[in-house]
């Protein structure tokens, strides 16, 4: 597969109309704004960052290297989706990466059999690295396209709550360009033994929302 038709699938895949429900989610960002932690453009590019380089994000492109590595190792393969799922902070979490998971596995197959994949509940990291390495995509590239569709969808999410407007996600977004590119190379070249994170306070936000109420995301 040539770059141009790797980069055309990766932005089909990870394409805010590609349908796996990402928009009902937030990653914990709306309890966030609730509880004052993100409020301006400056707070809310230092909340995504931590989550891309530290925080279930890192954990995320982990799993989808080492997936995109193992693809054809079915055995392997459904280890892997239990460990990711062992590693989600909370039910709302699990249910996030499990349902957009699943939808993907049914989106996914006019591409990919889903004879690749271990099973119907195998986590959306987890089934984006298989789809790629099946494929044959070039790891860096997929999971920095990963987290960019995570960043963005971040983003859209802040436009909903108020935080900012649509200049102002686009702003944020650029300055996150690097962040994410690095943050790719460096998943690119990961083992399980990289996984880890030290980003408490959006743990713990991600849990919180569990009972917030009104909201407007499952997550």
Do not use: K
């Given at each position: 597969?040539?770059?141009?038709?790797?980069?055309?699938?990766?932005?089909?895949?990870?394409?805010?109309?590609?349908?796996?429900?990402?928009?009902?989610?937030?990653?914990?960002?709306?309890?966030?704004?609730?509880?004052?932690?993100?409020?301006?453009?400056?707070?809310?590019?230092?909340?995504?960052?931590?989550?891309?380089?530290?925080?279930?994000?890192?954990?995320?492109?982990?799993?989808?290297?080492?997936?995109?590595?193992?693809?054809?190792?079915?055995?392997?393969?459904?280890?892997?989706?239990?460990?990711?799922?062992?590693?989600?902070?909370?039910?709302?979490?699990?249910?996030?990466?499990?349902?957009?998971?699943t939808s993907?596995?049914?989106?996914?197959?006019?591409?990919?059999?889903?004879?690749?994949?271990?099973?119907?509940?195998?986590?959306?990291p987890v089934?984006?690295?298989?789809?790629?390495?099946?494929?044959?995509?070039?790891?860096?590239?997929?999971?920095?396209?990963?987290?960019?569709?995570?960043?963005?969808?971040?983003?859209?999410?802040?436009?909903?709550l108020s935080?900012?407007?649509?200049?102002?996600?686009?702003?944020?977004?650029?300055?996150?360009?690097?962040?994410?590119?690095?943050?790719?190379?460096?998943?690119?070249?990961?083992?399980?033994?990289?996984?880890?994170?030290?980003?408490?306070?959006?743990?713990?936000?991600?849990?919180?929302?569990?009972?917030?109420?009104?909201?407007?995301?499952?997550?």
């Amino acid at each position: 597969m040539n770059d141009a038709t790797a980069l055309l699938r990766l932005m089909s895949w990870l394409s805010p109309v590609f349908p796996i429900g990402g928009f009902a989610y937030s990653a914990g960002l709306e309890q966030a704004v609730h509880a004052g932690h993100v409020g301006d453009r400056e707070s809310l590019a230092a909340w995504v960052e931590v989550q891309l380089t530290q925080g279930a994000q890192w954990n995320d492109a982990v799993m989808l290297v080492e997936a995109h590595r193992g693809a054809g190792d079915r055995d392997g393969l459904a280890e892997l989706s239990d460990l990711c799922r062992a590693l989600c902070v909370g039910q709302e979490r699990l249910n996030e990466t499990v349902g957009q998971g699943t939808s993907f596995l049914q989106a996914v197959s006019h591409w990919v059999s889903r004879d690749h994949f271990p099973g119907r509940e195998t986590p959306l990291p987890v089934a984006v690295g298989i789809a790629a390495g099946v494929d044959g995509i070039d790891p860096r590239l997929a999971v920095g396209a990963y987290l960019h569709a995570f960043a963005s969808n971040q983003l859209q999410c802040a436009i909903r709550l108020s935080v900012l407007g649509q200049d102002g996600a686009a702003g944020a977004l650029a300055g996150l360009e690097t962040i994410i590119g690095e943050t790719a190379g460096r998943a690119a070249n990961s083992t399980l033994e990289d996984l880890g994170g030290a980003a408490f306070v959006a743990d713990i936000a991600s849990m919180n929302h569990e009972t917030l109420e009104p909201r407007l995301f499952l997550s």
